[in-house]
């Protein structure tokens, strides 16, 4: 049977996380092929990072079973508005309490931005969980530490312009999307403030990872270097693009999904 370009977008099916939010799960593929966890980025979802831009399909064109997920405040899953809600250890827990769910492991793991440093830390925590993984677009620092919360409030709050160009381009991605809400990724946002989210370069993970970046992306650097600390690092560059037109790069999957095989 042929599978196409862009694949259907299966019916969710929801798993409960720890504090009991629905999160939305899609499968796609042979029950019993190697398994990629997708998880996508902020202000996006399963559909718009992984589905949309050609992944899965090329994943299940490779012999690959799709477990994907809309991140807690995206897509289909539950979306509380209280920052504390998205601190990253609980993100952390959504993909344990779907692996859980799902009983599967070990998996191969695929997250773009803020699913790439979601991933960082998975791999460390539940190593024997992940085999190897494709981190897209991982940025150093805290993660959207440079979204200006006070004028993103305004702007959700009272409609007053916002004059930050990085807060911008946030609130004009997080409108992009029809399923997001705004108040939610604000939260999630002020959410990464919380705790020491920043990668441990003491304890990087052990497996395997490809870290790949666009070289428009003004993470580049940061991202090349955050490879370079991986005893099991590759890092690719994705020529041309920048961090919110990387996922669809033809090249970017061809090195991920290479990679995801067992290519160096």
């Not at 190697?34 to 990072?49: E, Q």
């Not at 993100?91 to 191969?108: G, K, N, R």
């Not at 002020?190 to 428009?216: H, Y």
Request: aromatic share 8%.
């Amino acid at each position: 049977m042929s599978i196409p370009l862009i694949p259907e977008m299966p019916e969710p099916v929801y798993v409960m996380s720890e504090e009991g939010f629905r999160l939305a799960t899609y499968t796609w593929g042979d029950d019993d092929a190697p398994v990629v966890l997708a998880v996508h980025g902020f202000a996006s979802s399963c559909r718009d990072n992984w589905v949309s831009t050609g992944w899965v399909g090329g994943l299940l064109r490779e012999g690959f079973r799709v477990l994907g997920i809309d991140q807690r405040g995206h897509g289909m899953s539950e979306k509380p508005v209280e920052p504390r809600n998205y601190q990253m250890p609980l993100l952390v827990s959504d993909v344990e309490a779907i692996l859980d769910t799902y009983m599967i492991d070990p998996v191969l793991y695929l997250g773009y931005s803020l699913g790439a440093r979601v991933g960082w830390h998975v791999a460390v925590d539940l190593g024997d969980r992940i085999e190897r993984a494709v981190l897209g677009g991982i940025p150093d620092g805290r993660p959207l530490g440079r979204l200006d919360l006070a004028q993103a409030n305004a702007y959700l709050e009272h409609g007053t312009p916002v004059t930050d160009q990085a807060t911008q381009n946030y609130v004009r991605l997080a409108e992009r999307v029809p399923e997001n809400d705004l108040g939610a990724l604000i939260a999630l946002a002020g959410g990464m403030r919380f705790g020491d989210e920043n990668p441990d370069m003491g304890r990087p993970p052990q497996q395997p990872v490809l870290v790949a970046t666009g070289t428009e992306d003004r993470i580049f650097d940061d991202s090349k270097q955050l490879a370079a600390q991986l005893p099991n690092g590759t890092f690719v560059e994705i020529e041309g693009r920048h961090h919110f037109n990387a996922p669809g790069a033809r090249d970017f999957k061809r090195f991920g999904i290479d990679f995801l095989r067992g290519g160096a």
